[in-house]
């Protein structure tokens, strides 16, 4: 059985996951603004991935025990100044979700809270996937400069990414 503590920090944190998802619909759509598909197509399977982690948190509450309740999501950043700075601001943003899933591990000790632990280690791994893939956009960003034809070419890998929601055995 769930503690209320622990209930109630992992509501917030589906309440985080989910401004995660509005943060890179909201980057999707400054992506069409430009006309760049590929990088929109990639933030909204990005945005699909957060809704998932905020369905995991969800699903969790509901298993142990708890009960979820859904809190006010922040408006996130309409505009962006570059493609770069896109991927700037998504870095710093994993890099604080990363931070957020840490004190909850934090929690899930100090509770002796094995069952959340165990459920948590799997975010563990996805923040460093994020946090990787992230600063390797920025990297490349970096590279192509105002180089146009390099950020189409970019633009055009981006396309190919499609939503894969997470499987039964990394639930
Ligand atoms: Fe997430
Ligand atoms: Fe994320």
Redesign the pocket.
């Known amino acids: 059985m769930i503690s209320g503590k622990m209930e109630q920090a992992l509501n917030e944190q589906v309440k985080y996951e989910l401004y995660?998802s509005y943060l890179y619909m909201s980057m999707a759509m400054y992506f069409h603004g430009l006309s760049l598909k590929g990088f929109a197509n990639w933030m909204e399977v990005?945005a699909k991935?957060?809704q998932a982690?905020a369905e995991k948190f969800m699903h969790y509450i509901n298993d142990a025990g708890g009960r979820v309740v859904l809190q006010a999501i922040d408006q996130p950043p309409a505009d962006f100044k570059s493609p770069q700075q896109v991927f700037e601001e998504t870095l710093k943003h994993?890099r604080f979700?990363t931070g957020r899933i840490n004190g909850l591990i934090a929690l899930a000790r100090e509770e002796n809270d094995n069952a959340a632990y165990a459920m948590l280690q799997w975010f563990i791994t996805?923040?460093v996937e994020?946090e990787a893939t992230a600063d390797e956009f920025v990297n490349q960003l970096k590279i192509i400069g105002d180089n146009g034809h390099g950020l189409l070419m970019l633009d055009r890998e981006m396309i190919s990414r499609v939503f894969v929601p997470p499987t039964a055995a990394a639930n």
Do not use: A
């Open positions: 995660s990005q991935e957060e982690h994993e979700v996805e923040q994020e």
